[in-house]
């Protein structure tokens, strides 16, 4: 069965620090999709980030960044120098490949992010 | 105009209520999906349209009645809910045409039950 475990319910860090909220994934598939994404106060869940089982190589993307371990199952993400606008709720989802059909993603169950100016 | 839109963004309805959320995508994709947030809880997937067809029900209670007339509209149909069906509603819809497709949000449709 496929699972997705955010260990850290909420964090609270000063403005300008860096902060990782970490995500691990359980999964028999060998071909799977890993994804982030970012809900602020209005509802919205934002995509941030799509990856595939079979690129390991971190992304930088401004001040996000994940890095991506397979030996681990792990796919954790990085917000550097953060913002109080970076304040939301951050959930990590894995998806098993589905061809030419509607997506299968288990979310896992967020992480609370505070910055405090 | 963000892809997917949902109305009403809040709802306040009483448990003999019959109302219904409304959900459009502008984004040309061919399947559109149902959540329900909780407080506490995970995401839970309610409903599955993967060209107008229905592919997944996740034991959803029958007072919760989905309809898709078509790729771009999805409705969520409430009749006689309970207080604890108070949440957040999140519609999302993705394209079928590759693998792994990221399912894009809307910005949910908050309930309460009174």
């Known amino acids: 069965a496929q699972k997705v475990t955010q260990a850290q319910t909420e964090i609270s860090v000063v403005e300008k620090e860096d902060v990782t909220l970490d995500c691990v994934y359980e999964t028999r598939d060998t071909t799977y999709y890993l994804f982030w994404y970012k809900q602020p106060p209005s509802g919205e869940l934002v995509f941030l980030i799509r990856?595939?089982?079979?690129?390991?190589q971190n992304e930088i993307s401004g001040r996000y960044s994940w890095n991506f371990q397979k030996s681990t199952s792990s796919f954790n993400f990085t917000i550097t120098a953060s913002q109080v606008v970076d304040s939301a709720v951050y959930f990590c989802?894995?998806?098993?490949?589905?061809?030419?059909?509607?997506?299968?993603?288990?979310f896992g169950s967020g992480t609370r992010l505070s910055i405090r100016p | 105009e963000t892809g997917v839109t949902q109305t009403p963004r809040h709802l306040v309805m009483g448990m003999t209520n019959k109302k219904s959320l409304k959900c459009e995508q502008h984004?040309?994709?061919?399947?559109m999906y149902w959540y329900k947030q909780s407080a506490k809880k995970p995401l839970e997937l309610m409903f599955v349209?993967?060209?107008?067809?229905?592919?997944e029900n996740n034991s959803v209670p029958s007072r919760f009645s989905p309809e898709c007339p078509n790729s771009s509209h999805l409705f969520l149909h409430l009749h006689t809910l309970q207080p604890e069906d108070s949440a957040l509603y999140l519609c999302?819809?993705?394209?079928?045409?590759?693998?792994?497709?990221?399912?894009?949000f809307g910005e949910g449709s908050w309930l309460t039950v009174v």
């Open positions: 990856r595939n089982s079979f690129d390991e």
């Open positions: 999302a819809s993705s394209p079928t045409s590759s693998s792994g497709n990221t399912i894009y």
């Open positions: 984004l040309g994709h061919n399947a």
């Open positions: 349209y993967s060209l107008e067809e229905r592919v």
């Open positions: 989802a894995l998806s098993e490949a589905t061809y030419s059909s509607a997506s299968k993603i288990i």
